[in-house]
């Protein structure tokens, strides 16, 4: 066994979250009575990833982020609603959801056997409980650290700090970092002094500024790594 420790980011790593969030757009289109388009996934990408940027630089809260991404994209097809309501009932069908990413229960049960797993994930954290919950994987994590939760995210400091002091700070070789974002799990984790493995199933390109110690397609490979 080379690492004691594995660290697990959770959507798109554990949690097929492009589905989850995929659902949750169709739900509040289409209860709006509104026919769903794909293009309207495209522009929901597009702004809630510029409402994150802002949240990240600190120019919007979390709170008024919820209805902020949805009064962008209502703007963009001249959408008659209400932004807050449709922001919320958007974060009830997220929550709702269980999608995981294939083989993931099985390989937590497996690897929960002989490592210590930890759940590290940037979120809003009622939408990442109940998720945990939802999916039934809170039994294989010795802690679980929720962006939302400490206030403050991946890839900082702080927040590796705090997983690791949850822990009983173990010492860095033995801690390896997983997971599909390189700028918050592989950055953060690089950073911090930890191995990193890059989950990359989709085969996007490799940014020569943010090199994992180790990148997969599958989360079978890690049996093999850990
Ligand atoms: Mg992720």
């Known amino acids: 066994m080379k690492f004691e420790y594995l660290f697990f980011d959770a959507d798109n790593t554990l949690w097929d979250f492009n589905l989850s969030e995929k659902f949750a757009l169709f739900k509040v289109i289409t209860e709006n009575k509104i026919e769903y388009e794909p293009q309207h996934l495209e522009a929901y990408h597009r702004v809630n990833k510029a409402c994150w940027h802002n949240f990240e630089n600190g120019n919007l ?33 997220l929550s709702s959801t269980d999608f995981m990413i294939p083989g993931a229960l099985s390989l937590l049960d497996r690897f929960a056997r002989r490592h210590k797993l930890v759940l590290v994930t940037n979120g809003i954290k009622e939408v990442q409980r109940r998720r945990i919950s939802n999916t039934g994987i809170e039994r294989y994590f010795e802690s679980i ?15 590796f700090d705090l997983a690791f002091e949850q822990v009983g700070s173990p010492r860095k070789e033995e801690v390896l970092m997983i997971g599909d974002s390189l700028s918050s799990d592989i950055r953060g984790g690089n950073n911090y002094g930890i191995t990193t493995c890059w989950f990359n199933p989709e085969g996007a390109e490799v940014n020569p500024e943010i090199i994992a110690s180790f990148e997969i397609t599958k989360l079978e490979e890690l049996i093999e790594i850990v």
């Open 61 to 93: 809260s979390v709170a008024d982020l919820k209805s902020k991404r949805f009064e962008l994209f209502c703007n963009e097809f001249d959408f008659k609603i209400d932004a807050e309501q449709m922001g919320k009932s958007y974060l009830q069908y």
């Open 145 to 159: 650290v929720i962006s939302d939760e400490i206030g403050v995210a991946k890839p900082h400091t702080d927040f």
